[in-house]
């Protein structure tokens, strides 16, 4: 089956009234909770792929693509209103505890290229290490604004886990592309 991508159009109209679709169906306002939460998770995303495209660094890039697939997953569970669908995105996502165990090995095997932190780390250094402190403030507003919606829907605590280990090794992974270029730390 082909798709004939010429035939779709970027722009619906369907929006201009202020309000979105959700995945799954339903309207919701462009301010709603659950948009904000999977606008800020979408921008994550972005992020990193930003963090991608400047100063290649394989063993770190390579560590980021799967990151922003479990992303795009976490946006479409939280922009899906049916429980029963969200798990399936969760499960569809390979999102569990061994994927978090993953992302701490991922910061276990960077901190042993790093000094231990005695300090506070002014974000900043190579463009990729700037970039991803960016993308670890960005990951903490989506934690943040995840947080929230669950006080409104039920949403699996392993998005929040996840956004929290994240952004841990975002943090982590600047460190190490600041260390890697030569750029070195500032502390506070």
């Known amino acids: 089956m082909s798709v004939d991508f010429r035939a779709m159009k970027i722009y619906t109209k369907t929006g201009d009234a202020g309000d979105t679709g ?8 462009k301010d709603d ?6 606008g800020d998770v979408d921008e994550l995303n972005a992020v990193i792929g930003m ?4 100063e290649p660094l394989p063993r770190i890039d390579e560590v980021l ?9 976490i946006g479409a569970l939280l922009a899906t209103p049916d429980l029963e669908k ?11 505890d061994q994927r978090i165990r993953d992302l701490e090995r991922a910061i276990d095997d960077c901190e042993k290229e790093l000094e ?10 190579s463009r990729k290490g700037a970039v991803l402190h960016v993308a670890r403030t960005v990951c903490r507003r989506a934690e943040r604004r995840v947080v929230h919606l669950q006080k409104e ?11 929290n280990r994240l ?22």
Not at 155 to 162: D, E, G, K, Q
Not at 167 to 186: H, I, K, M, Q, Y
């Open 22 to 29: 959700l995945f799954g169906g339903g309207r919701v306002q």
């Open 33 to 38: 909770p659950r948009v904000e939460a999977y």
């Open 51 to 54: 963090a991608r495209a400047i």
């Open 65 to 73: 693509v799967p990151m922003q697939r479990d992303l795009f997953s």
């Open 86 to 96: 969200m798990h399936s995105h969760l499960t569809k996502a390979n999102i569990d």
């Open 116 to 125: 231990p932190l005695k300090a506070f780390i002014i974000p900043g250094g």
């Open 153 to 163: 829907v039920e949403i699996p605590s392993l998005v929040v886990i996840y956004l």
């Open 167 to 188: 952004s841990d090794l975002l943090f982590t992974l600047a460190r190490v592309a600041n260390v890697r270029t030569g750029a070195g730390e500032v502390t506070w």
